[in-house]
């Protein structure tokens, strides 16, 4: 099991590297060889506009990872460059999900601790996670999908889909290499869709 | 819905544990990665380890300690304690641990919690105040508590806050170790003026003091003798507070 990293180069991937060991899986960051992987992760703490340049470069390659039905999975700022456009910079996202990232308001920002997936909607990466399982969150803009394709929900302030999935791509708005046991379960699920 | 984080804090001093651990389950009570991983299990929300030996070679004790424990845990970690620079910041961040905590280095040079978070994003950057009541308000120390500094800890909060800190780990020197509960009106002082999360600190020595705490709007609760001594455990506080309707992660 091979899985290639997409580091927009403003994460920290100590974490994810630690937990894709944990789940017995080998990983390259950067790899020229995208598409030979079995699965891809684009990881992302930072800025949206520094990492949507970087992520644009290999846009073709993630293009031609759909095609070839390779699973793709963003996380936190890495699910926000799935979506076509942000509130917090200028550049262009990757527009795979229709929609965009938008900043949370009448709250606490950043949205950071602990919080529940409702709504939860049956699909392989779901599997033995229950409804209401917490995970962790750290961020301030939030996605806003203009197409119906959450497949779980998260309240703060507003209800937004903390994890969305349109063909063989995902994305979870919170960090599962820093979720538990519950988070570990999400990862491995994702791991199990490429073969 | 959002909970409230329980984060139990380890004092470090020369790469041990301080602060009396009395764990039968641990074989070293004083391995600070032993400790991670029984807490972690325990339902921590989160870890703190804070350096207390500001020894020269602390910066990569604390390194290696964020390497290890990166590799054991699966929940969120601060590192603080001695940072001099954002040099000190990128090479904790960069093995493993999630926000780094500066104190004596945010009020001696305050252009640093704008330089960190703009570097590394304010989610990384906890601003610890150390406070302690004199005459009608609350006035920031720094260096561990024993030098006052004349800045009144409710505008240094706003201030951090300005600078571009992504939380506040608000601690009461006159509570610290007493279990007299937390500085309610402490908390509440701070809460009322700033609009990023607030981790209170210092005093918890009952599950009654993080009810207290958590009614009044404070986002975390840190604590370190409660769960040291093995008074508590973590989940017992946890299900009190769920009786009591606080949201918890069980």
């Known amino acids: ?195 | 819905m959002l909970s409230k984080r329980i984060i139990p804090c380890l004092d470090v001093d020369k790469g041990k544990v301080v602060k009396g651990v009395k764990f039968k389950e641990l074989k070293d009570a004083g391995n600070p990665v032993e400790l991670a991983s029984l807490y972690s299990n325990e339902g921590a929300d989160e870890l703190v380890f804070l350096d207390i030996s500001a020894s020269l070679e602390n910066r990569s004790t604390m390194v290696n300690l964020s390497k290890e424990v990166a590799k054991v845990i699966d929940i969120p970690f601060t590192v603080g304690g001695g940072i001099k620079s954002v040099e000190d910041a990128r090479e904790i961040l960069r093995n493993g641990a999630d926000k780094i905590s500066i104190n004596t280095l945010a009020v001696k040079n305050p252009n640093s919690i704008k330089e960190l978070s703009s570097e590394f994003g304010s989610q990384a950057v906890v601003v610890a105040i150390d406070a302690k009541f004199k005459s009608g308000s609350y006035e920031v120390f720094i260096y561990g508590g024993t030098l006052p500094t004349g800045i009144d800890v409710v505008t240094w909060a706003k201030e951090v806050e300005t600078r571009g800190a992504g939380e506040i780990l608000l601690t009461s020197i006159d509570r610290d170790g007493t279990k007299q509960g937390y500085d309610i009106n402490l908390t509440k002082m701070v809460l009322d003026v700033v609009n990023i999360p607030v981790i209170a600190s210092g005093g918890a020595g009952y599950p009654y003091h993080f009810l207290e705490v958590f009614r009044i709007g404070a986002d975390a609760a840190l604590a370190a003798g409660i769960f040291h001594r093995g008074e508590y455990r973590i989940k017992e506080i946890k299900e009190f507070l769920m009786k009591e309707g606080v949201q918890v992660r069980l």
């Open chain 1, 1 to 195: 099991m091979l899985v290639a990293l997409v580091d927009t180069g403003v994460s920290n991937l100590t974490s994810l590297t630690n937990a894709l060991s944990r789940l017995g899986a080998s990983y390259e960051i950067n790899s020229s060889k995208l598409l030979e992987a079995n699965a891809i992760i684009i990881p992302g703490v930072g800025s949206y506009d520094a990492a949507a340049k970087k992520i644009n470069l290999v846009r073709n390659f993630l293009l031609d990872a759909i095609s070839k039905e390779i699973p793709i999975l963003g996380i936190c700022l890495g699910y926000q460059l799935l979506l076509e456009s942000s509130e917090e910079g200028k550049e262009k996202g990757l527009g795979i999900f229709k929609g965009k990232a938008v900043k949370f308001s009448g709250v606490k920002v950043p949205h950071i601790g602990w919080n529940t997936l409702e709504n939860l909607k049956e699909d392989k990466i779901t599997e033995g996670i229950k409804e209401n399982s917490y995970v962790y969150f750290v961020h301030s803009y939030y996605p806003l999908l203009e197409e119906d394709i959450a497949l779980a929900k998260t309240t703060y302030g507003v209800s937004f889909a903390s994890i969305a999935k349109k063909k063989t791509v995902y994305g979870f708005q919170f960090h599962p290499e820093k979720s538990g046991t519950v988070g570990l379960k999400l990862l491995e699920n994702f791991l199990r869709l490429s073969k």
